[in-house]
């Protein structure tokens, strides 16, 4: 497609495999955010509890807490509060190859970065211990840095397809006309054959 940057094709693959997601039943806080919900239809039943498919529960715990560090609540919802790590799990378990390996050998470069620091698991940290091994990783020529850069794309991905993340781009697809629009060319020649506006 002319004039189509790699920013805008990411954005297109972006919403395309969280569309893919969209249908999966078994989440619990992750919803798209292009999502229809039709006023006569009874809204899917939600899960109580998300259970991972492809990380074991102590990393996916972890990946649960990356994603709040990469996208804190503030003033409005974070990563967390939106399910991001429900989208990641997912996105492994039904074919991101891409992020498989490299995010578990990711994983357990935390935990060794964390005992190496602080003797401990990346789970037992407090908040800040957590952010400064994140913070290192972060560095461009930095052990973790491969890692930090997959984690925080899907993290991203994650928040801003689902609902939370496109309600606090203030995304226009997400609202709607109240009452169909007129036509604002009423006097072209070319519209006259158009119907009235339905009210």
């Known amino acids: 497609m002319a004039n189509q940057?790699?920013?805008r094709r990411a954005v297109l693959e972006m919403l395309a495999k969280a569309a893919v997601a969209s249908q999966f039943p078994?989440?619990?806080r992750w919803v798209?955010?292009?999502q229809h919900?039709?006023?006569d239809a009874t809204p899917p039943a939600r899960q109580a509890n998300y259970q991972p498919f492809y990380f074991s529960p102590s990393e996916y715990?972890?990946?649960d807490v990356l994603t709040g560090l990469?996208?804190?609540k503030d003033e409005s919802p974070g990563a967390q509060e939106a399910g991001?790590?429900?989208f990641i799990d997912f996105m492994a378990a039904h074919g991101e190859k891409q992020i498989q390996q490299p995010m578990r050998e990711g994983l357990a470069w935390l935990d060794s970065a964390a005992k190496k620091n602080y003797r401990t698991v990346f789970n037992s940290l407090s908040t800040e211990q957590q952010t400064e091994i994140l913070k290192r990783a972060a560095e461009r020529n930095g052990d973790g840095h491969a890692f930090f850069r997959l984690i925080r794309r899907y993290t991203v991905m994650g928040y801003y397809t689902s609902a939370v993340g496109m309600?606090?781009?203030d995304f226009p697809g997400l609202r709607f006309y109240s009452e169909s629009p007129a036509c604002p060319h009423t006097n072209d020649p070319e519209h006259r054959h158009l119907p009235a506006p339905k009210i």
């Open 5 to 7: 940057g790699s920013d």
């Open 26 to 28: 078994g989440f619990s």
């Open 32 to 34: 798209f955010g292009q």
């Open 37 to 39: 919900e039709h006023a």
């Open 61 to 63: 715990r972890t990946i």
């Open 70 to 72: 990469i996208i804190p």
């Open 84 to 86: 991001v790590s429900e």
């Open 167 to 169: 309600k606090e781009l």
